[in-house]
Each structure stands twice: as C-alpha cells, then as structure tokens.
C-alpha cells in the first residue's frame, strides 16, 4: 500500500474542509479506521457524525448498495436503531470531491450512534448476550425484503464460500490443520442439506467493533449493529453462527455463552430446526476464515502485534469449540429456540408409555417389584451430615437398616436430584459465572448389594464395556444400544464389578433378560456403597468409554431431554418425583407471615439448604463460598460440633438446676482462655441476652443506670441492647438516645472526626467528657460497653491506647468496662483469642455469643469475681435454656475445635495474607479507601478521594460477587464497608478465590466509572 495508500489519504485538515463545505458542518473531526474508506468522526455541539471519503476508484454500485441498505433499515417498522444517511447542502446522499490529485472521490455522512462498543463492555453477561441475539434477529427480519446485486458477490468472509480456506492449509501447524481440516471436512459433509437452507440479505459481521451498547452500566442492552460493509445475500444462518463466532471469544464456557443469543436471534427471527443442525459447524467455520485470514495478512505484516492479538483469541476458541460435542451444542440450541432439545424425546416417551417393565427384568435374581424412594438430595435430612454420605461404611449400615425395616423394596431413586455427594473437583469446572459444580443426577440408583446379577431390558448390542476407574467414576461401565422402529436408545449400567463385564465385548448381542454382568463393591466400583447407576440415553453424543452421570443445573434441560426419566419404563410410584417448592413460594409464604421486619440479602434472595466448612449450599447444589458468616466459626455443620450436638440432645437436656459436668466442662475451657481476674461464667442464649445481663450486672454492681457506647454500636435486639445500640436509635425507625445513654464517637481513623495516625487519646478524651457530664447531672457512670472491633460501624480497629484511657476514665468513676467479644472472640482476630486482648486490657466483664456455638444458640457472660458477688443481691437469675447440657457439650467442642485445629493460628496466617493482597489492591483500585481490620475481621472500606462513601459500588460488589459464587456483605453507617469475616477455616485457596472474584468485579464498567 505504501505510498499509494500516503497518496490518496484524507488529512484531517480536508476532512474539515468536507464537513463545512459539503454539509455545513462545524466540528471536531477525529480519524477513525476504516478497511476500504477513510472515516473521520464530526462532532457539533448538537451531535455526531461519521464522514465517508471513498478511495479513488471506488466500487460506486458497492457504495449504492451500501446507501440502498442504510435507507432501508432506516426506514423499518420494528424501531431499530440503525446510522441514517444525511444529505449534502443540495440534497444529494452521495457527494463529490475531488482530491490534491484531481481524482474524484465519493463522501458520505451519517448520524452516529451513541453508546459503547461491544469490545469496551465489561462484564458481558447473559442478559446482554441475549439483547445481541435480539438485536441480529431484528435486523435480519428488516433485512429480508431487500435485495441488490451486489449482495450477490464474491466474498471470502461469507460463511458459504468458505471452501477457500482448504488452499491455506500447509500455513498451520500440524495440530491446527487437525483441527481445521476436521471442521472443512464437516463442511462439505453436509453441503447438500446446507444448500438448501433459507437464504437472505444479512449483515455478516457482528463482531465486537460494529455493536453498540447502551450507557448503562447495569442491565445494559444492544442498541445498534452498524456497518454493513460485510452485508451479503446467503443462508441466513450464517448471520447467526459469525455472532456467536464474535461474542462467545474468550469465555470459559462457549456454548453457554452462545446460548442467550440463539435465544435472543429466535425471538425475532425464528430459526428452523435444518439451521440448527449446521450451526456449530458454522460458528467454527467462519473461525476457519478468521485464523486463515490472519496466517495470510501475518505473511504480509509479520510485525503487526495487533493480528497476533485477534488471531490468538480466534484459535484459542476454535480449539474450545472443538471440545464442545456437537450434538449437545445442537440440543443446547434447539432448547434456546423453545423446541424439544433432543428430538426424538416425544416419541420415546410415546413409546415408553405403553411398556411396563417390571422391575425382576432388570434383577432377576431380587424378588421384589417396589421400590422404597431414597432421598439423597443436597437437602435431604436422611443423609444427615455431608460426612455420613462420605463414609461409605457407614452409609452402608444405615442403608442396610432400611433395608431390614423395608424387606420387600428395593431402595431406589435419585433422577434429577440435586447432589452434593461430587466432591471430587472432576465435577467442577470455572462457568462464565465462577466455578460450577455438576450436581443433577441423570440416573437412578437401586441400592442393591453387590454382586446383584443385572440382566438386559431389550434386545441390545454392548457399545461400553469398560472400567472406568477412579475415585467417584462408574468403575464397571456397561452401556447397551437398542434398537427401535423410529429410533435408537441407550441404557447405561454403572458401578459394576469388574470381573462380571471382562467377558463382554462392544458389538456383542444381547437377548432381552440375558445376564451381563453385576454390581460392584467399593473401590472397584468407583468407591461407592454397592448399587447400580441405571440411566437411559437417546443419544452417546460422541463418548465413547464414558457418560455423564450428573449434569450441571444450568443445562438441566437440555440433559433430562437426552436422558429421559427411567421411571418411564418401571412407573414405579416410589420413583416418582417430589416436587420441591419453588423459591417464590417460600418468599411468598415468609412475607406473607414471618416478622415483617426481617430482611433478606441480596436483591434476588437465595434458598440455602446445606452448609459445609466455609460453603453455604443452594438447593440445586450451587456452592458459595462464604466469606460473612463468623457465626460457623469452624466452620458450617462441623461434623465435631454437630456429633456432641447430637449425642448430648440424645442422652439429656435440661436446665441448670442440676449439677451436670458439660456446664463446668464448657466453663473451665472457656476461662482457659482468659485472665484469671475473668472467672466467673454465666450462660445465656444470644449476644443480646449476653449483653442485656452484662449491663444488668453492672447497674446492679454501681447502682447507675447511665452507660457509655460507642456511635454506631450494636449490642442486641432487646431493649436494654438497643437502648445502648446507637447502630439501632440513631438508624431507621430509631428516636435517638435514651436519657441515660452517652454516645462518643466513632473511633474511626480512616473517616472519623480525627484521622491519621495516633487517635487513641483524642477520641479517649470523649470519653472522659461524658463521664464529666453524667456526673454534672448529679448521676455517676454504670458501664462503658464497647466491641474490640466495631462491626457495624464498619470494620473499625480501635486506636492504639484508645481502650485504655477509656477504661481509666471509666473506672476512676466508679463504673464498670464490658467488652462485647459476640463478633470477634474466639482466635478470630488471630493474634490474640479475644479482640480486647490487642489493647493490653482487662474488662470486668466480657460478652460472648455469635462463634462460640458455632450456630447453635449459645452466648455467654465472664465476669470477674467481684462484679458476680455484687450481682448476686438475692435476686435469682434463672435462664430455661442457658447453660443446658446440649448447649454446653456444642460450646465446648467448638473450643475444643478451635484449640485442635489450630484456628487461630490459621486466621492469623491466612488473615494478614488475604490484607496484605487486599492492600495489594487498594493501590491499584482507587475506590478503596482503606482496608483493615485482624485476622480474619477484616474490612474494605469503598470511598472517593475525598473519602466519601461509594455505597452503591460496595453493593453492586456483593451483588456480583454472588454472581460469582462468593458470599460478601457490607456494614458501616454508609454501608459501604465489605465486611469479611467467613468461617475460620477459611484457607489461603479460599482467599485466592475471594481476591480473584474481587478483580474480576472490579474492573467491570460500573466500577471504573
Ligand atoms: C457486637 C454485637 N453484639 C451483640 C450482638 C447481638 O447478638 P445476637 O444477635 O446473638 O443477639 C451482635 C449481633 O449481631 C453484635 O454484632
């Protein structure tokens, strides 16, 4: 191109001069690129253009054909947006001028869109995708009653001409011709079919450049597709696979990706059933075009960096999408168009209805024709804990003692149900929305013991006979093809022992109710408690030695409609499925009738059913990880906490007016804990009732009733606490302090009335002017209650020496110090067990709840030895559920648990390794203002420079790190502090996980703005 292409170039000087002459335009004119014409963006102070200079010699029946278009979707009667053509000063759509060479040359004006470019959005969610898909459809709708000679070209991007891709071969290495040959070859397979699809005008390049995106950061939509240089009349589908070709690059999971726009192209374009069955073909077809294209234009620009980008993420997906099997892609398509997404299911189910298969044709050997349902269900309560599923002796014994309560049924069940018995991360794999796990069991399991005989249902051909070994896989595999009048299905038989199916061959026969094989026992079997996995299948979809057992809830669907219900054979009622209750139900019901104060987190509400370590489970099986929830301090449904739950709930529960060893037990290990001047324990049920006794004990001990606490404090729901909870009077709904509560400050270095280093004293100073005040009114200070670090109001470390002098002024007075440790106790803060203990201070009394029965209600109150004899006046404290021998037997064993597991140590290690990454961070996102906080109490604080709060970006944080699979919540006055504080099993991988969905939030859009 060279010094032609200098030749013929319009400067922006003359593009300009265009402007003013040719349409009386003034403005700010900025090059844009252009493949064929030189393209200038003017902008006016009322609005923007985009000016079209041709080459000299351009194609002027191409330029027509390009107005012909542009005047034509500007006038469709379906709204879409689309660049209108703007005449010249005497009305012409296509002017001249004639360049410093004194050749003519063609000059263009269009309206410009406004919007974002595909290519700068960030996040690209499904929402979105699917608006592409609707955007493409409708444009092709409006396209289809045009025609013009010149869409009727040669064109090496047109999909259907894509045969020249072939010459261009010998430029890929060995691997990559694999892989294109593969898809050419697929190509010309079904050219005949292809041939005959619809064919229509179509605009043929919807990649990232062309499609416009509104401004809004949240739910936005596709406004516009422009350029249609590329429009060309051939099959329809086409239009369709290049979109998916573009927008699909670079996510994880492409066929998901791909799915909202098929969804979204059908709902304006109706797509027929023929188009489906090419359209993964042709996605990777028009890849074929893109990487040959690169390889030619890198031979003449070697040293163009940009080619090299687009050629790689071309490349990186076309091996992804060869992944993808073919057939699921097709089925996955067919269920975004609404069809039935295998498309023989109807008449298998048509045909399954007037079978009735007993079960003794499956086991002839087992005389029994019923089934007793097992739930093995994420939230099924017969599991109980994860770990009993896990252990497969003991599964089995409680398998077996159902078994003797049910003699004549065979225990079965399972299809479609949620499960989380996968926990080998074979099953999980990084979705376009964090890891997912699969989890919908496509089978049914017939608990039946091992060495079971298994005899075939219909006259079959063996397809597998295999071992497929490993932990968790089928071990013995057998899956046999039968052969209907209209079509073909596959039963498959996993969990065999292997020694039964050595003798079997693929394409051996089998006669219906001949003996193949029988089931396995653990390990051969893939480590399970003996039973058969049974499962049909219309289709094998290209596995060969294996077949997915369990399916991702997302592509539930698609895999019930490939794996149709077993029960369809058997109409055993005892495998007909529960319905669970819907999720809008349950929401329905709470809001209708539980307390209408209560709230919910998350704008869309989640149903949790399990939980596991630092995981909260939905119940389609999702995992989240959970990083709010310090009441499972170690962790959720910690299997040595929930076994002395339950062995103590089994032997006795009662109150404290009997000596039982679990209360002195729990008391003696908690005060391990503490100084010895802490040694009195009283027993409660909540942080509240915690705090109501401690601030009872002190007015009792000084005979004051005035207290001190600290702005945006929280201390509990009863009145007592919320009479002392500036968090509560000073928040919504509250009518400020009571007359003898004192407010001081919030000792908040970062946004608090004094910043910076070295607070302590200054916000201490507070302090001892409050006690001055009480006591100029005649009354003298009762307690000072304060939270080692302040979790409401944001996360807020207590200055250095802060809790000190606070004490000092408070004890000089008379008045007693309570420590309220119901957030942060228990080796959260890692450096200490008790949050106080980082200030060198002892409390006379200290408040402990939240952690310490690890979800159980347990709390409790530690005194010293002199505030309990003052309490005990004579009046008796009798709590019914305080102190229990359940309660205790839980609170002890969390102890036991923290001290075993060393907990403490690991939130201090992972702890200062999760802040140092978050301050990491901190300097490279300037929307976090600070970050603090111990071990793993930890805060983020989300402010602008001047340190004003960015609430609405902390909620968008925790709304899409939802999205993502981590649980995040926010605190402080402006709630626009991220609290983390999950369960303290938290482990370094945990944190990676929470810091790498933290970048990925925030470098979306809305973040940046
Ligand atoms: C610091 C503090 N104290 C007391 C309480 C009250 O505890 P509970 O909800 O167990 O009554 C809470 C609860 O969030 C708290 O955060």
Redesign the pocket.
Known sequence: MGTDFLSIMISKARATQIALDLYGLHGEIAILPGELDFNFRVKTDSRSYILKVSRPEADIEYIEFQLALLNHVANNSIGIESPAVIPDLHGNQLSEIIDETGQPRKVRLLTWIEGRLWSSVNPINNQLLNSLGEQAGSLTKVLQDLDHHKARRKFDWDVAQASWTCESLHMFSEEQQLIVTYFLEQYNSFQEAYQQLRKGLVHNDANDNNIIVTHDLIDPNVKAIIDYGDAIYTQIINDLAITIAYAVMGKPDVLSAALPIVEGYHSQFPLQEKELEVLYHLVAMRLVISVTKSAINKQAEPHNDYLLISEKSAWDLLEKWKQVKEEQALYSFRNACKMTPHPKETEFTQWAKNKSVKLSSLFSTVEKEQIHPLDLSVASPWIGHQSDLEDLDDFQYKLNRLQVREPHQIIAGGYLEPRTVYTSSAYDKPGNSGTESRTIHLGIDFWVPAGTALNALFNGVVVTAVNDEGDKEYGGLVILKHQEDQFEFFTLHGHLSIKSIDSLEAGQQLKKGERFGTTGNYPENGNWAPHLHFQIMLSTLGFVDDFPGVAYSRELKVWKSICPDPNLLFKQPGLQRQSTKEETETFAYRKKHLGKSLSLSYKEPLKMVRGSGVYLIDETGKKYLDTVNNVAHVGHEHPKVVKAGQQQMAILNTNTRYLHDNINDFAKTLLSTLHSALSVVHIV???????ELALRMASTCTEQRDMLAVEV??????SG?VDVSSYKFDGQGGAGAPEHTHIVPLPDNYRGIYQGENTGARYARHIQEQVEHIQSLGRNVAAFIC?SI???GGQIELPEEYLKMAYDSVRKAGGICIA?????GCGRVGAKFWGFQLHNVIPDIV?I??PIGNGH?L?AVVCTQQVAEAFDNGMEYFNTFGGNPVSCAIGNEVLHVIMDEKLQENAFLVGNYLKSELEKMQREFSFIGDVRGQGLFLGLELADQSRNPLTDKAAYLTNRMKDLGVLMSTDGKDNNVLKIKPPMVFSRDNAKELLSGLRTVMLEDYMKQ
């Open positions: 049920n909540s942080g509240s009732e915690a705090n404090g929280y201390h509990g729901n009863s606490c939270e302040i979790s409401c309220d440790e119901v957030q942060v408040t709840g939240k209600p709390a």
